[in-house]
């Protein structure tokens, strides 16, 4: 399984695209994290924002304007069911699209924005301190996890 759950606005590659496309959750409308919908094993179809991949290059001699369809993926985590029915989504899932190779479109980004924690705030210059945590000061915040 992989460490972390694609959402809404991921950004994938296809391995005969010229450009990162952005995915969009089309099947799940419920489910959501760090408030972005969950991209699930049966989000299919033409799931990327335009211009999706740019061009496709599947034939070298003649590229064409992507249109990819999404007609599966693989190693999607299967140990949570999402509607319970489909399941979400991994930065190790691959999809397959009607004109290319199987597993030709992989994730780079899963979309989750990660958010600091007490380390990152410890390490952070000192002058950043009041943009990562405005309600309170370093001081403080090692006082409370000593």
Not at 16 to 23: E, R, T, W
Not at 24 to 44: E, F, P, R, W
Not at 66 to 88: A, D, F, Q, R
Request: glycine share 8%; hydrophobic share 35%; net charge positive.
């Amino acid at each position: 399984m992989g460490k972390e759950y694609v959402v809404e606005q991921a950004v994938c590659l296809c391995k005969f695209g010229v450009a990162p496309g952005i995915l969009k959750v089309t099947d799940n409308m419920d489910i959501s994290m760090n408030g972005k919908l969950v991209a699930t094993n049966n989000t299919l179809g033409n799931v990327f924002m335009p211009p999706a991949f740019g061009m496709c290059r599947i034939n070298p001699l003649f590229p064409k304007p992507c249109t990819p369809l999404i007609i599966k993926w693989t190693n999607y985590y299967e140990g949570v069911s999402i509607n319970t029915k489909s399941y979400p989504l991994t930065e190790l899932s691959q999809g397959t699209c009607s004109l290319g190779c199987p597993n030709c479109i992989s994730i780079q980004k899963t979309g989750q924005i990660p958010i600091p924690g007490i380390i990152q705030v410890r390490k952070a210059a000192f002058e950043h301190q009041n943009e990562i945590n405005p309600l309170g000061r370093l001081e403080t915040l090692n006082e409370d996890f000593k």
